[in-house]
């Protein structure tokens, strides 16, 4: 997805890609950037102007604490500090979503997050 | 203008039943449905976007815009509320309403949930009341919702005396299900399959039941759930009597207080008017409410005693992945507690949930333990889903006059009318009953072997959704009730409510058979006494 499309910056995809790959990190199974969670956010921002204010906001006060090149155990700590914020909720729901939603929202690609967990369907 | 023996505003449950039994009998009608005509094809299974699962819209209407509705919050604060948020109390708008895409619970309410009164007192603040009719006046009608739109389940429940068994077989046992059932022996509670609208063998020419995984909220692939858009309403319009007319949003019902003489209508943009020698509502609690306050007719009661059900449910894990993905996925019901529970009013069915999705039992199903992120959060995620059974069950509401409908003046639709407001809540007894039901559920989860069991405390709130109940509340005194035992507006001589608006109390059951049973009813009355 190239930055043009995004109505985010740089430094807010940057900051938006790092958090959502702690909310679903890495492990046996791919990140939630690997399953296209960032383009569920990117429809989700695309939707509601609302939306796209508040995660302008709160992404440009991760950007200025420098969060996507933090190590992860610090980048964990400021998600946990603004877990209970209207965007920390937002952000973490929206990774969620985005990771275990139909494909057809932008995330889950290859409806990998089902395979994971045993979710088939059959009919 | 048009002219029709009988106007029925509503093509859900009550409406397409009421439109059947009136077109197969000779009666012309004219069919209004506020919403569009739906199936698969044209809604599809987002599971963010659905009738189960609604964060960002849904697909079975009200449409999101031009249908708001105004919330009394806690705070007693008034917020405008859009159609996918939960404090509107939603309902699917469209032909079949709730039908096309219900899970389709069928069960008939037990005899003593229509004497809830004299079976337990009234609670001081409450508005509990007996109905003015009994099991045994209802139980034909039962029988003919059961056979006419179809009923997968069996044996009936004993406490609900049949004369008829259900006309398909019980859908395939599940390992959950069978995991369960063995649960409630260990216990001694008795159990039965759960019934449901659904076919598990072909039906009326339409395929069986597919068991797939995506049944509560979706409408259905092969069209095997059975609702009043694909059994009764295309019944009603191969008679050539019924004409059905959609996104037609009634707008007044013309006449005066004693005789209403037809409705005007909005769709496309035109106004219509038709008229007819009866007119029956069919909206819904909260939609069949605000039509009759706003037209000032049904008296003083019209909008109060609005209910629903608080859910009482439990969570588990099992020590061994037990989904088999065999949906619907409601498969075993207890009614053990439905009544008879010490010190406590009424109570509930207990049923094993339909398949959850894997969003849903990411927001939804959680322990109080598990991070909502991260690597753990992600552990359970793939750890939990093949292990998890919950148990559930709707609680017998007990209701309250002050939970109630009534208009917004100042918020408007999109043809210019007051909306709803909601406010108030239910009585809290049945706070008590629902805590009591949360215990059965985890002991019942225990007993099945699962070795983690949590729920979540049952909370006060107005839960009038799907379920949404008893706005205008059937009875003989007319200062004390809005609809007579026969669903006709009192002191009016042809204006009937066919919607569970008139539900007294709402059983401790899903409450969509008795829906469709005491609209056969009303109508099959209509008829006789025309």
Known sequence: MPTSEWPLDDQQLAALRAALDRIVPADDWPSATELGCDEFVRRRLEASSEVLALYREGLDRLVSQGFAALPGHAQDEIIGEIEATRFGRELIENGIEGYYADPGNGGNRGAQSWKMMGFEVRG | ?530
């Open chain 2, 1 to 530: 203008m048009s002219r029709y023996d009988a106007i029925v505003v509503g093509a859900g449950a009550g409406g397409g039943v009421a439109a059947c039994v009136l077109a197969e009998s000779g009666k012309t009608v004219l069919l209004l449905e506020k919403g569009h005509s739906l199936d698969f094809a044209s809604t599809g299974r987002d599971h963010l976007r659905n009738h189960r699962l609604s964060c960002y819209g849904h697909s079975t209407g009200p449409d999101i815009e031009g249908n708001p509705r105004v919330f009394e919050d806690e705070g007693g604060e008034d917020r405008v509320v859009k159609p996918h948020w939960g404090e509107y109390n939603n309902n699917a708008s469209c032909v079949g309403g709730g039908t096309l895409v219900y899970g389709g619970q069928a069960w008939r309410f037990h005899p003593l949930d229509f004497r809830m009164a004299s079976t337990y007192g009234v609670p001081e603040g409450s508005s509990l009341a007996d109905w003015p009719i009994g099991y045994e006046e209802l139980e034909p009608y039962y029988e003919r919702a059961e056979h006419e739109i179809g009923v997968s389940g069996g044996p009936p429940a004993p406490q609900m005396p049949h004369r008829r068994e259900y006309p398909m077989p019980p859908m395939p046992a599940t390992c959950k299900g069978e995991r369960l059932r063995q649960g409630a022996a260990r216990l001694g509670w008795s159990t039965q399959a759960v019934p449901l609208l659904a076919s598990s063998i072909p039906w009326q020419g339409r395929k069986a039941c597919i068991n797939c995984q995506h049944c509560v909220g979706f409408a259905c692939p092969v069209d095997a759930k059975n609702g009043t858009q694909n059994t009764v309403i295309p019944r009603a319009l191969r008679t050539g009597r019924c004409r059905l007319e959609t996104e037609a949003t009634v707008t007044t019902l013309v006449g005066d207080q004693r005789e209403i003489t037809g409705v005007e209508y909005v769709r496309n943009g035109a106004r219509e008017t038709a008229h007819a020698e009866v007119v029956i509502v069919s909206c819904g609690a909260i939609e069949t409410a605000r039509l009759l306050l706003r037209m000032g007719l049904g008296g003083d009661e019209v909008g109060r005693n609005l209910q629903g059900h608080i859910y009482a449910s439990a969570c588990s894990l099992m020590p061994e992945p037990i989904w088999d993905g065999v949906g619907p996925g409601a498969t075993v019901s207890t009614l053990e507690f439905s009544h008879g529970n010490d010190g406590l009013i009424g109570g509930g069915m207990l049923a094993d949930d339909f398949l959850v999705l894997p969003i849903v039992f990411a927001k939804w199903h959680r322990p109080p333990d598990v991070p909502a992120w991260g690597p753990e959060n992600k552990r359970w995620m793939r750890e939990a889903y093949r292990r998890f059974v919950t148990c559930m069950g709707p609680v017998q509401d007990v209701p309250s006059r002050e939970s109630r409908v009534t208009l917004a003046y100042g918020v408007t639709d999109s043809v210019g009318l007051p909306v709803a407001r909601l406010s108030g809540t239910t009585h809290p007894e049945t706070i008590r009953t629902a805590r009591f039901l949360q215990e059965r559920a985890e002991e019942w989860l225990r007993a099945s072997g699962a070795e983690r069991v949590w729920g979540r405390q049952p909370s006060l709130g107005l839960s009038a959704g799907q379920h949404q109940a008893g706005t205008c509340r059937m009875g003989d005194d007319p200062a004390a009730s809005v609809v007579d035992s026969f669903g006709k507006v009192h002191g009016t001589r042809n204006l009937f409510v066919c919607d569970a608006s008139v539900h007294v109390t709402n059983g401790g059951f899903n409450p969509v058979l008795t829906v469709l049973a005491l609209s056969y009813r009303t109508t099959t009355e209509l008829l006789r006494r025309w």
